[in-house]
């Protein structure tokens, strides 16, 4: 009897889409940046020297619309990107008595008390990241426990009637193309009434 059989191509394609079904909810928490943090930042680095770089010619300093983060009192946050609300001048190095070291472009090293609510905000940002790539895990590991039980399409679609919306379209055409041709009704020019007759006499009559 013909039917689609779970092929590597298919199995790699469903797993494919799994993952795929969490991609708007991983940009969503991605994106969910807190907007003030580049600011905040960026003012807490150089509060002490604010007014003395905007009293000189901007000639004497670099710019940046955003501030980097590698790190936060050791912890690493993975080079987390604040963008700022316009451009700051920013120095070349940053002095010995600031709590932060290294630079913009490499990210920096913050460091001491004064960043402890930032800090539990970013925690709670990546808090959510990991929770929807817990999620996606979890599904994806679940959709391929379905497609492995099975060696046909027909009977995991019988199990999880969703997995349908995982296949690719042409796997669907031609599950599609096997369910009609299961469906035709075979005719053949025999009398099956009378062979059932004949088979129930038979063992009546041994």
Known sequence: ?????FSKELKDAIVKNAGHMFDKQMDAARGNVNSTWGDRIYEIIHRKYIPSMNALPMCFFSTTEEMKVSKINGKEVGGLVCKTTAKRV???????????KGKDYYGYDLIG?????????????????????????????SVKKVIEAHATLAPALK???PLWDLIPEEYKERHRQVVEREKKEVKVDVDLSALTAQVVFNKLTR
């Open 159 to 161: 199990m999880w009637q």
């Open 113 to 141: 008390n004064e960043w402890e609510d930032i800090a539990q905000e970013i925690a709670d940002y990546q808090a959510n990241i990991l929770a929807v790539a817990d999620k996606k895990k979890a599904f994806v590991a």
């Open 90 to 100: 920013i120095p070349n190095q940053l002095p010995n008595d600031v709590p932060a």
């Open 1 to 5: 009897m013909a039917t689609v059989r």
